[in-house]
């Protein structure tokens, strides 16, 4: 007997867009954080600072926001991490010194702990308990696809560009994600199970 095939919900099809859109904008970018660490008189050891920076101030708020995304809803903190981190890659071309670097680090970590929790739990409100893996392996696809192609794409355009107009292009397409996350539900609260409302 023919297996039926699972097609994404429309939220999560949205979900998985708004994400691919911020992963694009952030992947042209990150790559080439030592340039720009190297430019305002940085060292490897610095840059460990900044990028590790970033990764513990993630790590340590992640069950804070996953708490706290139960009770106020999933979308509103995905909004905020967007257009967060949009105004702060803004900043970025205006850092003169390593110390600024690592205050936008830490800034970024706390979007990004705001972002990674509150994609992936509203991913799994957005699904089906019996299709979930499915859902989820078609989910990842997108947005790894469009991770790939950030980092190609960052790498063609720091040759024809400034890194300063590849935070300004990030920023953009930060924001146009955050617009994106706009078709999701605002939800009070996070949905334990997929709710078939949201594909109207």
């Keep these: 007997m023919k297996q039926q095939r699972t097609h994404l919900p429309t939220a999560l099809k949205w979900l998985m867009l708004s994400q691919s859109m911020l992963t ?7 790559p080439f954080y030592l340039i720009l660490i190297k430019d305002i008189g940085g060292d490897f050891s610095q840059y460990g600072i900044a990028y590790g920076l970033f990764t513990l101030i993630a790590a340590l708020l992640a069950v804070w926001f996953g708490k706290r995304s139960d009770r106020y809803g999933r979308t509103r903190y995905l909004l905020i991490s967007a257009w967060g981190m949009s105004i702060v890659f803004l900043m970025f071309p205006l850092a003169t010194g390593i110390i600024h670097i690592y205050v936008l680090q830490v800034l970024m970590g706390i979007f990004g702990a705001m ?9 799994a409100d957005l699904t ?3 299709s979930r893996g499915e859902y989820m392996g078609k989910y990842q696809l997108g947005v790894s696809a469009a991770s790939g192609i950030a980092v190609i794409a960052g790498g063609f355009f720091i040759d024809l560009f400034t890194l300063d107009w590849l935070f300004y292009a990030g920023s953009m397409l930060l924001f146009i994600g955050g617009l994106m996350i706009w078709r999701l539900p605002l939800e009070s609260r996070a949905r334990p199970e997929h709710d078939h409302s949201a594909e109207l």
Excluded: C, H, P, W
């Design 24 to 30: 694009i904008g952030a992947g042209v970018v990150f």
């Design 115 to 123: 972002q990674r929790v509150s994609e992936r739990a509203l991913a």
């Design 128 to 130: 089906d308990q019996g």
